[in-house]
């Protein structure tokens, strides 16, 4: 006991409580991070590259202690090899998470350009709706995403630009069975569907495995898992409605059901110009 006090005097108390702060910043890091990519494809992809090297050290040290002398050189030129690349293999592979992560920090820092007014809004929202409730009660599949705050330009660009107001005639016209644009998925940007047929990233979850699900499903996940839109989903077999956030689907929606939670969820933010006239 007295040799453990004595060597807590020798260290001093300053330093003992910054390694503390220390430890505790770093700790948070790990967990922020942790938490960032829990349930994603990112997470996934980083077990992969942990077991890429734990295996290739593992090999490196087996045939070091066995003597097996060119396979342990071969595994030391690889490890030397992977660290010298491992930064540019990193940008390469989670390109899309690093690019959502820098828009999440642009998208803090300016205002987007939103629907204007409260009237514009709660119009959009009922036309969806409408279409929505249409659809499933026709067994019309369907698959429409709602731009909030992280821009999705680049899937546009996948698809064919529409740029009309958003009705819910043009959006059952759009969906309808043979219909060139019935494939893929509409993108809404304001009170515009800017996009359809548009081509979206497939969730990689594992939970989706479970569940019977099919193609347009796994796409509305897979785009609330790059951004922070809203993705609805229309079942094809059973007309039943799901609406994904945040890589998360929520099934066997009722029309009221989905009116309300999109009510709350893509509600505009006011604008500079909306702020300065009320200040």
Known sequence: MDILINTFKDIGTKTIILSVIDI????????????????????????????????????????????????????????AYSFTFLPYLLVVVFQP????????????IKLQEVLEGEEDYRTVVEEIVKAVNTMSLNKIGALIVIEREVPLSEYMETGVEVGAKVKSETLVTIFFPNSPLHDGATIIRNDKIAAAR??????????????????????????????????????EETGIISLAV?????????????RGMLLVMIRPTLNVKDKVKKG
Request: include cysteine.
């Open 24 to 79: 505790l910043i770093v700790s948070l890091v790990f967990y922020v991070i942790l938490k960032a990519i829990q349930n994603t494809r990112t997470l996934q992809l980083a077990e992969g590259i942990a077991l890429y090297f734990a295996g290739v050290f593992l090999v490196s040290y087996l045939s070091d202690r066995i003597g097996l002398t060119t396979l342990h050189f071969l595994a030391s030129n690889l490890i």
């Open 97 to 108: 998470e690093l690019r959502k992560w820098f828009t999440g920090l642009g998208k803090n």
């Open 198 to 235: 548009c081509v979206l990233p497939l969730s990689m979850d594992k939970e989706l495995e479970k569940e019977d699900i099919g193609t347009r499903h796994r796409a509305a996940c897979g785009i609330t898992e790059e951004s922070d839109a809203v993705a609805i989903v229309v079942s």
């Open 246 to 258: 945040r890589g998360k689907l929520t099934r066997y929606l009722s029309p009221l059901e989905l």
